[in-house]
T-cell receptor, first 110, second 115 residues
Framework: GQQVMQIPQYQHVQEGEDFTTYCNSSTTLSNIQWYKQRPGGHPVFLIQ?????EVKKQKRLTFQFGEAKKNSSLHITATQTTDVGTYFC??????????FGRGTSLIVHP | KAGVTQTPRYLIKTRGQQVTLSCSPISGHRSVSWYQQTPGQGLQFLFEYFSETQRNKGNFPGRFSGRQFSNSRSEMNVSTLELGDSALYLC??????????????FGPGTRLTVL
């Protein structure tokens, strides 16, 4: 079945440094979504990417969808302590069932 | 609009028992999905209901079932509980936007502990 690998599992950064998490799917995706989950909280939708090579920005966050629609990345510029949390990608393939990556936990040191 | 609500928030059961979890979606949302979240397996899709019909189903045993009512509220049931069913069960409601994005709004979850 469809698998979505997400790396790294954890990332420690100093406040102000950049952060990137990557997702790779075993199959071509129809779309990919990104979520953020704060410690003790629930996932919150960030964005959906649909088109091959798509790039979307939300303030300091940049999301990319690969040309082959099998990989995606989330880049945060100049991290802040408010960015702390676990970032998940969720890919949908032909089955329309979302497959979540295991998430990347971002720890920001002030 | 009020967010997605789930009840109960915490539940402790023993092996062999059954449990029913409830989810009320955001008003106007007709799609409700259920997920299981564990440290070992991460977020896993259980099933999705739309207009009272199960539209998609994940790879879980038949002990996991669900239903959706005419008011879009949904319940999921787990029978013959096992220790491995201990998890955070998340419900998410969604509504397709005109741009084609099916944004999922998650509830706070029900923390189930099986002893």
């Amino acid at each position: 079945g469809q698998q979505v690998m997400q790396i790294p599992q954890y990332q420690h950064v100093q406040e102000g440094e950049d952060f990137t998490t990557y997702c790779n799917s075993s199959t071509t995706l129809s779309n990919i979504q990104w979520y953020k989950q704060r410690p003790g909280g629930h996932p919150v939708f960030l964005i959906q990417l649909v088109k091959s090579g798509e790039v979307k920005k939300q303030k300091r966050l940049t999301f990319q969808f690969g040309e082959a629609k099998k990989n995606s990345s989330l880049h945060i510029t100049a991290t802040q302590t408010t960015d702390v949390g676990t970032y998940f990608c969720a890919g949908k393939g032909g089955s329309y069932i979302p497959t979540f990556g295991r998430g990347t936990s971002l720890i920001v040191h002030p | 609009k009020a967010g997605v609500t789930q009840t109960p928030r915490y539940l402790i059961k023993t092996r062999g028992q059954q449990v029913t979890l409830s989810c009320s979606p955001i008003s106007g949302h007709r799609s409700v999905s259920w997920y299981q979240q564990t440290p070992g397996q991460g977020l896993q899709f259980l099933f999705e209901y739309f207009s009272e019909t199960q539209r998609n189903k994940g790879n879980f045993p038949g002990r996991f079932s669900g239903r959706q009512f005419s008011n879009s509220r949904s319940e999921m049931n787990v029978s013959t509980l096992e220790l491995g069913d201990s998890a955070l069960y998340l419900c998410a409601s969604s509504s397709l936007t005109s741009g084609g994005t099916d944004t999922q709004y998650f509830g706070p979850g029900t923390r189930l502990t099986v002893l």
